[in-house]
């Protein structure tokens, strides 16, 4: 008869036969991912060449091309004065700002677009934008400290501001 193996789950090492995943579990939940933490010392990146590096082997082991959703938001992007994000597939958590995104555009005249994007993409952008419930609509205008368009919030992100502000007081 086979010992039953040990395995590590949860920060504890427990018999295979007795390893359970909570139902709730976010993983379980939301399927694959990778995640990756580049500690920050004295307002520098600590090895974050060799940290971008193992995030990208990871995205590229599970398929994933390297624009689908930050940890608490989605991200867009502006090109010629078109918002494009992820297709809501199975890669992104659909979050409700997404929907709200898309309303907003069809009421204020901007082309709307839902396409993978590609990292190379995101830095050719004329604006790259991120929507959580928490922040709301926000600019990025650096990445990796390359500057997006011409480093200030674009005006495509000042529509949406203004149209995300009055939507919420309706």
Known sequence: ???????????????????????LDRGFIFGDGIYEVVPIYARKPFRAKQHL??????????GIDFLTEGSASNVWIVRQGILAGPPTDNLILEGIRYGLMEELCAANDIPFQSRRISRDEVFAADE?????????????????????GNGQPGPIYKKLYKAYQKAKSS
């Open 1 to 23: 008869m086979d010992k039953d193996p040990i395995v590590y789950l949860n920060g504890n090492m427990t018999p295979l036969s007795e390893a359970k995943i909570p139902v």
């Open 53 to 62: 590096q193992r995030l990208f082997r990871g995205l590229a082991a599970i």
């Open 128 to 148: 790259v934008l991120l929507s959580s419930a928490s922040k709301e609509v926000l600019p990025v205008v650096t990445i990796d400290g390359k500057s997006i």
